[in-house]
């Protein structure tokens, strides 16, 4: 069992332009979240999918969307990003229970 | 609103002695609690929770926390550090136990002294 994945491991991006990043859940989970880790800060939780919908958000502008999959595989979009959007962007997975299983994260670097 | 304060950004022990990092929890409804551990350029990894069933939870690597509800704490030990617990952890708490979202601490890191 692979685990969570994530991609792409780093991301470098210019202010204003789009980034999406891409998780694989854990084999049988159906939920995902997804959370942004700024810098020395703790995670902070961005939104969680199940079934295809958006079921929580977290403090976070429009600017941050998702998607997820049939095969329950989920995208964070980022549109006009800001230099503030530097951050490793956690994915987790669960079934039934809170996040126990996260990826190793993508680091994403807004210039 | 649930928040959880994590006393201390940075604590070094030596090799051998006691490990205690603390978490304090604020919530207006009773807590779950978790605790996560963050090696270098890694995700998080669960290390224990707590879901109102015994209050003190054992976890993996030797790990374990006490939920004080008189204390709102639920501080994480470990007898003995060894080199390789050198990490950041996480305190982090939901309203409720079933996919829903995390709230985190700041972090500490922890560093072992040979």
């Known amino acids: 069992d692979a685990g969570v994945t994530q991609s792409p491991t780093h991301l470098i991006k210019t202010r204003g332009q789009q980034v999406t990043l891409r998780c694989s859940p854990k084999?049988?989970?159906?939920?995902v979240s997804w959370y942004q880790q700024a810098l020395g800060q703790g995670p902070q939780f961005i939104f969680q999918?199940?079934?295809?919908?958006?079921?929580q958000r977290g403090n976070f502008p429009d600017r941050f969307s998702g998607h997820q999959y049939p095969n329950y595989s989920s995208e964070l979009n980022v549109n006009a990003l800001l230099l503030g959007d530097s951050a490793l962007y956690l994915c987790?997975?669960?079934?039934?229970?809170?996040?126990?299983?996260f990826g190793a994260g993508t680091r994403l670097s807004v210039l | 609103a649930q928040s959880v304060t994590q006393l201390g950004s940075h604590v070094s022990v030596s090799e051998g002695a006691l490990v205690l990092l603390r978490c304090n929890y604020s919530?207006?409804?009773?807590?779950?609690l978790f605790w996560y551990v963050q090696y270098p350029n890694q995700g998080l990894q669960l290390l224990l929770k707590?879901?109102?069933?015994?209050?003190l939870v054992k976890g993996i690597n030797g790990f374990e926390a006490e939920f004080k509800k008189s204390e709102t704490s639920f501080h994480l030990t470990k007898p003995s550090a060894h080199m390789s617990d050198a990490a950041e952890y996480f305190c982090?708490?939901?309203?409720?136990?079933?996919?829903?979202?995390?709230?985190f601490g700041t972090g500490t890191r922890l560093t072992i002294i040979p």
């Open positions: 999918y199940y079934e295809e919908e958006e079921r």
């Open positions: 987790a997975s669960s079934l039934v229970s809170t996040a126990e299983y």
């Open positions: 084999s049988g989970h159906d939920t």
């Open positions: 707590y879901t109102s069933a015994a209050t």
């Open positions: 919530s207006s409804v009773p807590p779950y």
């Open positions: 982090a708490v939901s309203d409720n136990f079933g996919n829903e979202k995390l709230t």
